[in-house]
C-alpha cells in the first residue's frame, strides 16, 4: 500500500464571506482540487483517463467544519482511498491548518466510473493495470 501525496492550499480573498472566514462551498472544491492533484501524482490524471475513455462522476460527497479557515492560511488537504470495488472508489478528506496542524474540515466523497456514453465502467475489468494501481493506494479506515 502507498500513501498518497497531502495537498496544499493557500486560502484566497475571494474564498471567504462576510465573516472573513472560507464559505462553506469551497471546501469541497478543495476535496477536488486535491483529488486531481492526487491522481496527476500517481500517473492516473483526469485528462489522461478521460482521452482513455474512463470518466469518473461524484455521486455522493460530504464535509464536516471543524474550525474556520482564513485568508492566507494554508491548509493541508490529505485525502486517503478508504475502498475501490473496480466500478467505485471511495475517498476520505482532513484538511488541516499547516501553521498549528488544527482540522478544519473532514468529509468523502464517492465515485464510480463511467464510459464517456454513460455506461458503468469496470476498471478492473476494462484496464486491469489501473485497477491494481488505485487498489495499490487503498488505505481502509479502521
Known amino acids: 500500500m502507498s500513501k498518497l501525496p497531502p495537498y496544499e492550499h493557500l486560502v484566497h480573498y475571494y474564498e471567504t464571506d462576510q465573516m472573513a472566514v472560507v464559505h462553506h462551498s469551497n471546501y469541497i472544491r478543495w476535496f477536488e482540487e486535491a483529488r486531481i ?8 490524471g483526469y485528462r489522461e483517463c478521460e482521452e482513455m475513455g474512463i470518466i469518473s462522476p461524484v455521486t455522493a460527497v460530504s464535509c464536516q467544519y471543524k474550525t474556520s479557515a482564513k485568508f492566507h492560511d494554508k491548509v493541508n488537504v490529505e485525502l486517503k482511498f ?10 476520505s478528506y482532513t484538511v ?19 464510459s464517456p456514453d454513460g455506461k458503468i465502467l469496470s476498471i478492473k475489468k476494462s484496464f486491469p493495470d489501473l485497477y491494481e494501481k488505485l487498489t495499490g493506494f487503498v488505505e481502509e479506515d479502521a
Open 82 to 91: 478508504t475502498k475501490f470495488t473496480g466500478i467505485r472508489l471511495y475517498i
Open 96 to 114: 488541516t491548518d499547516v501553521a498549528t496542524g488544527e482540522v478544519r474540515a473532514t468529509g468523502s466523497s464517492e465515485h464510480c466510473f463511467v
Open 37 to 44: 492533484f492526487a491522481f496527476d501524482r500517481i500517473g492516473m
